[in-house]
C-alpha cells in the first residue's frame, strides 16, 4: 500500500432507490497519484457510486470528502456542475457522451468554459474584443492541441467528434475531462469495446495521466487485463457491499471475490474470459 | 427469385400501378367532397351551399394522372444506384457562403435603388427582413442551444408592446424604446426560461407553446392596459436622427424631406424604415455569429449536443439556458418593437402561434444554427405566399395563374414538404466550426 496522502474519503455511502439498496454502507479511500480501480459483477452499484461521486444522484446517507489544498469539499451536499467545477471531480460515461456535431477541438475547448467565461469577463469583453480573451482562448487552443497530439488525434482536430472511430472517442473523452484540470478524474468502462491494441495504448495513457498530472484516477472496468495492469488499488463489490480492498495481487486471491466472480458452486456461470484473467494470473 | 432473373431494364406492373393510383384518387375523393365540392354561395343577400363537381372531379383525376406519373417515375428510376437518389446537395464551402452573404448584404443594401424595384417590393423586403431578424433571434434558442421553443412570438409581442405603451405613456420615440423593449423581452425570457430548466424536448415544446398562449390572451383581455383586441394605435414612427417623415413637422422640428431639400414623398418613409430593419438585423447577425465564437456560445451548442456532459464538465447548465433563453428573447423584441413601429398600430392578432410557427418553420427548414439558411428560409417562406397573390394580376396568363394565387397557401405547404423531403436537415446543413486548428497553426507560422 502506497502512503500518499488521501485525496478522497468515502465514507458510509449507501444509495437507496425506493426498497433497492444499490450501495450499501461502502467506505473507501483514493488516494492522489494512484489508479484505484472498481470491479465487480453487473450490477454490483459501481456506475451508481460514480454518479453519488458526481453529483448525478444524491446519496441517500454518508460522507464524500475531497481534500484539496484549497480545503475540504463534502461533495454529498453539492450540485452536480459545482463538483467538476469547484471541487474538481470529472468523469468519462460508460455511454461515450461527447458533444458528437461540434468538432474534436471544439469538445476540448468547451471543456475549459469556466475559465474562458471568466477570461471574457462573462460574455461582455469576449464581445468587445478585449485583448485578454483572445490570449486565453490562445492558450486554451495550445493546451487542447497539447492534449491532442497525446492521444494522437491532432490530425483530426477540426472533423466533427462524432465522426471519430470508437476507440478515439473514448480516447478523446478522456482528454476533454483532463482539459478541465481536474483532481480526482473518474472513469467508467473505459476500456469497453476497444481492440488489444487500442486497449494496451489506453493503459499507457491512464499511466501517463496518473504519473504527470499527480491526480487520483478512479476506474470502473470489466476487462481485467487492464485492471489488473495500471490499478495500484482494487475495490470489489458485489451487490453494493464492499468484499475486498486492496492491491490487486491480495484481491485476486481474495475468496470473496473468486466466489463473487465464480458463484459458490456454479462455474459455468462466470463469463469466460473473466474466469480466464482470474485464474491465470492467480 | 435468383440474382441472373432480374431484368436489366425494370418491367412496370401496370395493374399494381393503377391500383395504387385508383387508391390515391379515392382518398382525394374522400377529401375533396367536403373540401372543395361544397362551398357556400351569397343568393339575394342570403348564404346558401352550393356545389361545384366539376372542381372535385378536376381534382381526382389530377391526383390519379399524378400518382400514376410519379410511380411510374419511381419505378423506372429503382433500378438506378442508391447514390444517385440520395438527397440532392448543394456545397457550400465556408469561402463560398461568405461570397453569397456578401452578395446577399450588397443586393440588400442596393435593394430600394434597384430599377425593378417599387414601394410594394421594398415594403415586402422589409417584410422578410423582420422574419429573418425573428429567425436570426429564434436559432440562437432551437438552432444552438437545441432548446424547441413553439412560444417564441411571446417575445416579439412584448417587444411591440412594450415599445407602444411606453410611448403611450411616457411619449418615448423608437431609439429611446429599442433598448428597453429589447430588455423587457429578455426578462420574459428569463421568466419563461426558469420553470422549464429541467424540460426537453416535447415537454419543453408544449410549455412554451402555453406561454406564448398566455402572453396573446393577456393582451387581448387586459383591457385597461393593452385596450385588449382594438389594439394601439398611433405608435410613432421612428426619425431620422430626431428628423420625422412627415409632410409638415410641427413648429420647430425638421422633417427629412426638409433637411435635404426633397420633396415630400410617403415612399422616403418606407425606404428609411426598410433600412432601419436591414441594420438591426445586420447588428443582430454580427453580434450572434461573434457570440457563438464565444465560450457562451459554445456551451449553447454543446448544450445541444448533451446536457449531461455539459455538466460533468462543470458547466452550469441553468445559466447556459437562460442566456440563450434571454438572448433570443431580446433579439425578438427588437425585431417587435421595429413592427410595431411600422405598422403603426398593433393588436394580439398578429402574435398568434401562426407566427411562432412559421418563425420556427424559417429556422428548421433553414437549416438549424445556419444563419445563411434562416435568410433563404425567410425569402422562400414570406415571398412565396405573397408571389402567388401577385401572379393573379399578371395580363395574358392571368386567368391561369390566378388559379395559382388562390391556391398560394397550398403552394406554401407544397413547398414545405419539398424541402424536407429533399433536404431533410435543412437548406443549408454545413455547421461551420467555432475555431479551427489549422488556422491557428497558420496564424503561429
Given amino acids: 500500500m502506497s502512503t500518499a496522502a488521501p485525496l478522497l474519503d468515502i465514507e458510509h455511502l449507501t444509495m437507496r432507490f425506493g426498497g433497492l439498496v444499490a450501495v450499501d454502507d461502502l467506505s473507501f479511500a483514493a488516494r492522489q497519484g494512484e489508479i484505484t480501480a472498481i470491479i465487480g459483477p453487473n450490477g454490483a452499484g459501481k456506475t451508481t457510486v460514480f454518479n453519488c461521486l458526481t453529483g448525478f444522484y444524491r446519496p441517500s446517507i454518508g460522507r464524500l470528502a475531497l481534500h484539496r489544498p484549497a480545503g475540504e469539499f463534502l461533495l454529498e451536499r453539492m450540485d452536480g456542475f459545482r463538483i467538476a467545477r469547484d471541487a474538481g471531480v470529472t468523469r468519462t460515461f460508460q455511454n461515450v457522451r461527447l458533444f458528437a456535431g461540434m468538432t474534436v477541438l471544439e469538445n476540448l475547448v468547451v471543456a475549459q468554459h469556466n475559465r474562458l467565461m471568466r477570461a471574457s469577463l462573462y460574455t461582455v469583453g469576449g464581445l468587445v474584443g478585449l485583448p485578454g480573451y483572445g490570449r486565453a482562448e490562445a492558450a486554451a487552443v495550445v493546451k487542447a492541441r497539447d492534449w491532442l497530439d497525446r492521444i494522437g488525434l491532432i490530425g483530426r482536430a477540426d472533423h466533427p467528434a462524432g465522426s471519430l472511430p470508437y476507440g478515439a472517442q473514448r480516447r478523446l473523452e478522456i482528454a476533454r475531462a483532463m482539459c478541465t484540470d481536474p483532481a480526482v478524474l473518474c472513469l467508467d468502462e473505459p476500456a469497453a469495446g476497444l481492440n488489444g491494441h487500442e486497449s494496451a495504448e489506453l493503459n499507457q495513457l491512464l499511466r501517463d495521466i496518473r504519473d504527470d498530472h499527480g491526480i487520483g484516477i478512479l476506474l470502473i472496468e470489466h476487462d481485467m487485463s487492464v485492471v489488473m495492469a495500471i490499478s495500484d488499488h482494487v475495490i470489489v463489490l458485489d451487490y453494493g457491499r464492499k468484499i475486498a480492498d486492496g492491491t490487486p495481487d491480495a484481491v485476486r486471491n481474495d475468496a470473496a471475490v473468486i466466489k463473487a466472480y465464480l458463484g459458490a458452486a456454479e462455474d459455468e456461470a462466470l463469463p469466460p474470459e473473466i474466469a480466464r484473467d482470474l485464474r491465470g494470473r492467480a | 427469385m435468383a440474382l441472373a432473373a432480374l431484368p436489366p431494364q425494370p418491367r412496370l406492373d401496370w395493374t399494381h400501378l393503377i391500383k395504387d393510383a385508383a387508391l390515391a384518387a379515392l382518398v382525394a375523393l374522400v377529401l375533396a367532397i367536403p373540401l372543395v365540392g361544397v362551398q357556400t354561395v351569397e343568393v339575394n343577400a342570403a348564404l346558401t351551399v352550393g356545389t361545384r363537381w366539376d372542381w372535385v372531379a378536376i381534382g381526382v383525376a389530377a391526383v390519379f394522372v399524378g400518382r400514376l406519373l410519379l410511380m411510374v417515375a419511381r419505378s423506372l428510376s429503382a433500378g438506378r444506384s442508391a447514390a444517385a437518389r440520395r438527397p440532392a446537395r448543394i456545397i457550400l464551402d465556408q469561402r463560398r457562403a461568405t461570397l453569397l452573404a456578401g452578395l ?24 422578410v427582413m423582420i422574419y429573418v431578424m425573428l429567425g436570426w433571434g429564434l436559432n440562437v434558442v432551437v438552432g444552438l442551444a437545441g432548446l424547441l421553443d413553439l412560444g ?29 423593449a429589447g430588455l423587457l423581452a429578455a426578462s420574459f425570457g428569463i421568466a419563461l426560461g426558469f420553470p422549464v430548466l429541467r424540460l426537453r424536448g416535447d415537454y419543453l415544446a408544449i410549455v412554451t407553446l402555453g406561454f406564448g398562449e398566455i402572453v396573446r390572451i393577456v393582451l387581448l383581455n387586459w383591457v385597461p392596459v393593452t385596450n385588449g383586441p382594438a389594439g394601439i394605435g398611433n405608435v410613432p414612427r421612428p426619425t431620422f436622427f430626431g428628423m420625422p417623415f412627415v409632410a409638415r413637422a410641427p413648429p420647430g422640428v425638421t422633417t427629412f424631406d426638409g433637411f435635404f431639400h426633397l420633396s415630400f414623398n410617403p415612399g422616403h418613409r418606407v425606404i428609411f424604415l426598410y433600412y432601419v430593419i436591414l441594420a438591426l438585423a445586420l447588428v443582430t447577425n454580427f453580434f450572434t455569429l461573434r457570440l457563438r465564437r464565444l465560450p457562451i456560445g459554445r456551451a449553447w451548442e454543446a448544450l445541444r449536443e448533451d446536457e449531461i456532459a455539459c455538466r460533468a464538465l462543470g458547466i452550469n447548465p441553468t445559466t447556459v439556458k437562460l442566456s440563450a433563453f434571454a438572448i433570443g428573447a431580446m433579439l425578438g423584441g427588437f425585431a417587435g418593437s421595429f413592427f410595431a413601429t411600422r405598422q403603426g398600430f398593433i393588436s394580439p392578432e398578429s402574435f398568434s402561434f401562426t407566427e411562432s410557427a412559421i418563425i420556427l418553420a424559417i429556422v428548421v427548414l433553414g437549416g438549424m444554427g445556419s444563419q445563411l439558411g434562416v435568410v433563404l428560409a425567410a425569402i422562400v417562406l414570406v415571398t412565396l405566399p405573397e408571389l402567388g397573390r401577385q401572379l393573379g394580376d399578371l395580363p395574358l396568363v392571368g386567368p391561369f395563374l390566378s388559379l395559382i394565387g388562390t391556391l398560394r397557401m397550398l403552394l406554401f405547404g407544397a413547398a414545405m414538404v419539398g424541402i424536407m423531403v429533399w433536404r431533410p436537415q435543412g437548406i443549408i446543413t454545413r455547421r461551420e466550426p467555432s475555431l479551427r486548428l489549422v488556422d491557428e497553426r497558420r496564424r503561429a507560422a
Avoid: K
Wanted: proline residues 6%; negative net charge.
Fill in chain 2, 152 to 180: 417564441y412570438v411571446a417575445f416579439y409581442a412584448v417587444g411591440a408592446y412594450s415599445f407602444a405603451l411606453f410611448a403611450q405613456w411616457f411619449h418615448l420615440g423608437f431609439w429611446e424604446c429599442l433598448p428597453l
Fill in chain 2, 104 to 127: 446577399g448584404i450588397v443586393l440588400a443594401v442596393a435593394l430600394p435603388v434597384l430599377p425593378l424595384s417599387s414601394r410594394y417590393i421594398v415594403d415586402l423586403a422589409t417584410t
